[in-house]
C-alpha cells in the first residue's frame, strides 16, 4: 500500500473520549495512517450514545499517535466564531507540527441549533461557511506574521486581534462537501477538499468542479488534498454487518437531507422506516474483507488522495485488525 492512503475515522457520536483514542492508536499500529475526527454536540440517533468535544479528543489522539489529526468537519459559523476555531485549530497545529488539517462545514441543526440562533436554509449557510473562512484565513496569515486583523462582514465581526499560539505555516483548510458549486468555491478559495462515499460518478463531480475552481484560481488541483470519508459496515457475518449498520447507523440508510432535523429522538423515529435495502449505493454492507477493498481502491482510482473508513458497528477492534492485515496492504494508488 502507498503510505497514508487510509485513515481511521473516529465516530465521536458512538464513543466516549477514552474508548475512541484507544482505538485511533490501535489503529495507527494496524496501518491506518491518520485520524479524522467528528465534530458532534448530539449523537445522530440515541443508541449512538456520545458526543465529546472534538478538539479535546483530538488533543488526546495527538499525544498516543504520529499521524494526521483533522476535525472532519466542524462547524464555525453558530455553536463556536471563526475566530475561536481559529484559535483552536493554530494551537493544535502549534502542538503537533505538520499533523493537523482543518475541515469545515456548514453544519447541520442536530449540532448547531442548541445555542437557540435562527437556523436559516442552505445557501445562506453556505455564504456564512465562507465568510466564516475568510475571517480564519485572515487570522491565520496576519498572525504568521505579527500583526493584527479585523473584519466587518455580513455575518461576523472581528475586532483588531492575532493569533498569539501560531505555527510557523497555518493549517491547511479544508472543505467538506458534495455539492459542485460549493466544490467550485471550495477549489478557488481553499486548500483542499473533503467529501463522502456516494455514486462514483457523484465523487468524480464533486472532484471535477474541486478541480476547475482551482484552476480559476491559478492553483493546481492535482497538488491540492482530496480526501473522502467512507462509512461501511463489516462483520464476520453479512448478518451481522446488516444488523449493526440498522441499530448504529441508521442514518446512513436515510435518503433524504437531513441538515434540517434537529434532535435524536427525531432521527430515531425515522430510524423506524429504514430497511436493509436503504443503504444499497450509499454503504457497503458485507463480511468479505476483498469486497470493501474493491469499493475503496475504485475511489482511489478516481483521484481521492486520502480517505478515512468508519465502520458503524461497535466491533471496532476485530475490524481495525482485519482491515490491517486484509485490506490496507492490498490498495494502491
Known amino acids: 500500500?502507498?503510505?497514508?492512503?487510509?485513515?481511521?475515522?473516529?465516530?465521536?457520536?458512538?464513543?466516549?473520549?477514552?474508548?475512541?483514542?484507544?482505538?485511533?492508536?490501535?489503529?495507527?499500529?494496524?496501518?491506518?495512517?491518520?485520524?479524522?475526527?467528528?465534530?458532534?454536540?448530539?449523537?445522530?440517533?440515541?443508541?449512538?450514545?456520545?458526543?465529546?468535544?472534538?478538539?479535546?479528543?483530538?488533543?488526546?489522539?495527538?499525544?498516543?499517535?504520529?499521524?494526521?489529526?483533522?476535525?472532519?468537519?466542524?462547524?464555525?459559523?453558530?455553536?463556536?466564531?471563526?475566530?475561536?476555531?481559529?484559535?483552536?485549530?493554530?494551537?493544535?497545529?502549534?502542538?503537533?507540527?505538520?499533523?493537523?488539517?482543518?475541515?469545515?462545514?456548514?453544519?447541520?441543526?442536530?449540532?448547531?441549533?442548541?445555542?437557540?440562533?435562527?437556523?436559516?436554509?442552505?445557501?445562506?449557510?453556505?455564504?456564512?461557511?465562507?465568510?466564516?473562512?475568510?475571517?480564519?484565513?485572515?487570522?491565520?496569515?496576519?498572525?504568521?506574521?505579527?500583526?493584527?486583523?479585523k473584519h466587518d462582514g455580513r455575518y461576523f465581526r472581528l475586532e483588531s486581534c492575532r493569533l498569539w499560539t501560531m505555527p510557523s505555516a497555518p493549517p491547511p483548510v479544508y472543505v467538506a462537501t458534495a455539492g459542485p458549486v460549493t466544490a467550485r468555491r471550495t477549489g478557488r478559495t481553499c486548500d483542499g477538499i473533503i467529501t463522502v462515499g456516494a455514486a462514483p460518478d457523484k465523487v468524480a463531480g464533486t472532484l471535477e468542479a474541486f478541480a476547475a475552481g482551482a484552476r480559476e484560481a491559478g492553483k493546481d488541483p492535482a497538488a491540492m488534498p482530496k480526501i473522502l470519508q467512507l462509512h461501511l459496515s463489516w462483520a464476520a457475518t453479512d448478518e451481522q454487518a446488516g444488523a449493526n449498520a440498522l441499530r448504529e447507523w441508521p442514518n446512513g440508510g436515510m435518503k433524504f437531507p437531513k441538515q434540517d432535523i434537529r434532535s435524536p429522538a427525531d432521527f430515531a423515529a425515522l430510524a423506524g422506516l429504514v430497511r436493509l435495502e436503504d443503504f444499497t449505493g450509499r454503504m457497503l454492507i458485507s463480511a468479505d474483507p476483498d469486497a470493501h477493498r474493491a469499493e475503496i481502491q475504485r475511489f482511489l482510482d478516481l483521484g481521492v488522495d486520502r480517505i478515512y473508513l468508519h465502520n458503524v458497528g461497535r466491533n471496532q477492534t476485530e475490524w481495525i485488525e482485519v482491515f490491517g492485515r486484509d485490506v490496507l496492504p492490498k490498495l494502491t494508488r
Open 1 to 149: 500500500m502507498a503510505a497514508g492512503l487510509v485513515g481511521y475515522a473516529a465516530m465521536l457520536e458512538q464513543f466516549g473520549p477514552g474508548e475512541v483514542v484507544g482505538y485511533a492508536e490501535h489503529a495507527e499500529r494496524h496501518g491506518f495512517s491518520g485520524v479524522m475526527a467528528a465534530d458532534h454536540f448530539q449523537p445522530w440517533v440515541p443508541q449512538q450514545g456520545q458526543a465529546p468535544f472534538v478538539w479535546n479528543v483530538l488533543t488526546a489522539i495527538g499525544e498516543r499517535t504520529a499521524g494526521d489529526l483533522g476535525p472532519g468537519v466542524t462547524c464555525p459559523s453558530f455553536r463556536l466564531h471563526p475566530a475561536v476555531v481559529a484559535q483552536a485549530s493554530a494551537t493544535l497545529a502549534a502542538m503537533y507540527p505538520g499533523r493537523h488539517w482543518l475541515g469545515l462545514g456548514s453544519g447541520e441543526a442536530l449540532n448547531e441549533h442548541v445555542v437557540g440562533g435562527y437556523w436559516p436554509e442552505a445557501p445562506e449557510r453556505i455564504r456564512m461557511l465562507f465568510e466564516a473562512i475568510e475571517v480564519i484565513q485572515a487570522l491565520f496569515a496576519a498572525s504568521v506574521e505579527g500583526r493584527d486583523v
